[in-house]
């Protein structure tokens, strides 16, 4: 089936970066919108960043000037660059994409660890 797949996930220092990246594993028509969640442990996941498919981008306060998020839509791939990391940012980060058929894709997600 089906399934998006997020990378770039892992360990970093309070101010350091770093890149998440989100594709499918399989073939998707056509996708529309995505977004980046996060779920913290014992917190409710949380909206991140969405983009549309003609590259406008939008941002929760709390990673508003700190992370970007992008897209190629030659490969269906969605990024999200994280700079002047937290620990509160610290989560399982996972990505979502809407098809133009209105099926909602879901990827397993990918660990970020901000500590010292």
């Known amino acids: 089936q089906v399934q998006l797949v997020e990378s770039g996930g892992g360990l970093v220092q309070p101010g350091g970066s770093l890149r998440l990246s989100c594709a499918p594993s399989g073939s998707i028509y056509s996708i529309y919108d995505m977004g980046w969640y996060r779920q913290a442990p014992g917190k409710q996941r949380e909206l991140v960043a969405t983009?549309?498919?003609?590259?406008?981008?939008n941002y929760a306060d709390s990673v508003k000037d700190r992370f970007t998020v992008s897209r190629d839509k030659a490969k269906n791939t969605a990024y999200l660059q994280m700079n002047s990391l937290k620990p509160e940012d610290t989560a399982v980060y996972y990505c979502n994409a809407h098809d133009g058929f209105g099926a909602v894709y879901w990827g397993q997600g990918t660990q970020v660890t901000v500590s010292s």
């Open positions: 983009i549309t498919r003609d590259g406008i981008s």
